[in-house]
C-alpha cells in the first residue's frame, strides 16, 4: 500500500546489489511513496550484480561509483541533481564489507591493510558521501541521510569481528556531522540498527543463520525483514520525522532491549557442554 510520503522527492540509494539487498528493498519501496531516484554502486558490483536490470523496473538511472573515492562521490551527487532535476531530499548509505571476514581472521589475528579497507568501505566512505554532497550543495533544506548498522556496534557478537569497529565508527560519524549538518541546514543524519538479514553481504558473516535464530528467539516480535526496514527508511526520509536526527534507531524486533527471552533461556539450559577444541581446551568465541 502506498501513503505517498516521498512524493516530489528526489533520492540516491548505494548499496543495491541484487534483490536479497535491504538498498534494492527500500529503493523499490521509495519509489512506491512517489520518489524519484538515482541508484549507485562500483562498477564490478554493477557487472557481477543485477542492479542494471532492477533498475529498470523502476526506472532509476545507474551511477557507477567508488564511495571511497571523493571523486566519485561528488559525480554521484552532480548527477543525481541532473537527472532528477534538482536537489536531493534523501539518501542512503547501504555498504559495508570486510576483507577479514571474507578472509576468515579473527579479530585478535586481523591483517591491518585489510582493516584500514574495512573502516573506509563501510564507515569512513559515509564520511566521505556526507562531505561531498555538503560541499556541493546537494542536500535540500531538511533533507534526510540515513545509513543502515547493527548492534554489534555497542555489543560483542561472536564472528562479527572487525565490521562491529566499523559500525561503531559509522554511528559517530552520523552523530558529528548529523550536528553540523542540522544546524547548518536542517539536515537529519540517523543511523538504523537492523536485525541480522540474510542478504549477501550477511551470509558472509560467521555463523550467520545461528546468529538469526538466536536474535529471533530473543525478540518479542521476531527479527525485522529487509521489507520492515524499507518501509522504516520510507518513514525517516518522509516529513514525518523531520526533527529527528543524531540517532540510531533500533529496527529489531525489540532484541536490543531484551536481557534474555524464555524460548532463549530454554535453548541455553540444553546445551550447557563447554565447546573444545580438539587439544581439550575451552573455546570461549
Known amino acids: 500500500m502506498s501513503y505517498n510520503l516521498l512524493k516530489g522527492k528526489r533520492g540516491v540509494i548505494f548499496g543495491v546489489l541484487n534483490e536479497q ?11 512506491e511513496e ?26 532509476a538511472e545507474v551511477i557507477p561509483a567508488d564511495a571511497t573515492n571523493v571523486e566519485d562521490m561528488e559525480n554521484v551527487f552532480a548527477t543525481s541533481m541532473d537527472k532528477l532535476g534538482g536537489k536531493i531530499d534523501f539518501v542512503l548509505h547501504s555498504i559495508g564489507m570486510s576483507p577479514n571476514v571474507r578472509k576468515k581472521r579473527t579479530y585478535d589475528d586481523l591483517d591491518y591493510k585489510f582493516l584500514d579497507k574495512t573502516l573506509d568501505i563501510s564507515a569512513v566512505s559515509f564520511h566521505k558521501m556526507i562531505q561531498s554532497a555538503k560541499k556541493l550543495d546537494a542536500i535540500s533544506k531538511g533533507g534526510s541521510i540515513l545509513a543502515l548498522t547493527y ?6 557478537f561472536f564472528g562479527y569481528n572487525d565490521m562491529a569497529d566499523a559500525k561503531s565508527l559509522l554511528e559517530s560519524i552520523a552523530r558529528s556531522f548529523g550536528y553540523i549538518y542540522g544546524r547548518e541546514s536542517g539536515v537529519r543524519i540517523n543511523t538504523i540498527s537492523q536485525s541480522p538479514t540474510m542478504t549477501t553481504a ?5 555463523d550467520m543463520t545461528k546468529m538469526l535464530h538466536f536474535s529471533d528467539m530473543m525478540s518479542p516480535l521476531g527479527n525485522a525483514t529487509a521489507d520492515d526496514c524499507a518501509d522504516y527508511c520510507v518513514a525517516m526520509f518522509s516529513d514525518l520525522t523531520r526533527k529527528v536526527t543524531m540517532q540510531n ?6 532484541f536490543s532491549n531484551v536481557g534474555m527471552s524464555l524460548r532463549a533461556m530454554e535453548t541455553y539450559e ?14 570461549y568465541g
Open 21 to 31: 539487498s535491504i538498498a534494492w528493498k527500500v529503493a523499490k519501496r521509495c519509489v
Open 34 to 59: 512517489g520518489a524519484t531516484i538515482t541508484l549507485s554502486n562500483t562498477a564490478m558490483a554493477i557487472r557481477m550484480g543485477d542492479i542494471t536490470s532492477l533498475a529498470a523496473t523502476i526506472g
Open 151 to 156: 548492534i554489534a556496534a555497542q555489543r560483542t
Open 202 to 206: 550477511g551470509a558472509g558473516v560467521k
Open 249 to 254: 534507531l533500533f529496527n529489531d524486533g525489540g
Open 270 to 283: 540444553k546445551g550447557l557442554e563447554e565447546h573444545l577444541d580438539d587439544a581439550g581446551n575451552i573455546i
